[in-house]
């Protein structure tokens, strides 16, 4: 059974910094491609960040605009999102996904979900 469980979310003041971490566990992540999605209360999950299987590809939403790294670590299972010069905008549950497609922008692209992590930027 795949499980993907993601920490690291919190409480941070405007243009703090936080890393957020997700493992995985039940398949092998080393070929697949990961992502992170974000879903603020009342509005659709949307699209944040997406990494290829051996970290040579990624790719973002252009909200984020250099603010935010995605990175993974296939040998321990782990896909990282550091999140830089945060607003109150980005407030949010923050999820990672595991799916096939490349840049996989889309909800439907991936096949497993996290059960998110919150994150909250006070102004």
């Known amino acids: 059974q795949v499980h993907l469980v993601e920490s690291g979310g919190g409480l941070v003041q405007a243009g703090g910094s936080l890393r957020l971490s997700c493992a995985v566990s039940?398949?092998?992540?080393?070929?697949?491609?990961m992502a992170w999605f974000r879903q603020a209360p009342g509005k659709e999950r949307e699209y944040a960040a997406t990494?290829?299987?051996?970290?040579?590809?990624?790719k973002y939403a252009s909200f984020v605009n250099g603010r935010f790294t995605i990175s993974r670590d296939n040998d321990r299972n782990m896909v990282y999102l550091q999140m830089d010069n945060l607003k109150p905008e980005d407030t949010a549950v923050y999820y990672c996904?595991?799916?096939?497609?490349?840049?996989?922008?889309?909800?439907?692209?991936?096949?497993?979900w996290g059960q998110g992590t919150q994150v909250t930027v006070s102004s």
């Open positions: 996904a595991v799916g096939q497609i490349f840049p996989g922008t889309r909800v439907r692209d991936h096949e497993y």
């Open positions: 990494i290829n299987w051996n970290s040579s590809a990624r």
């Open positions: 039940g398949l092998p992540t080393s070929t697949y491609v």
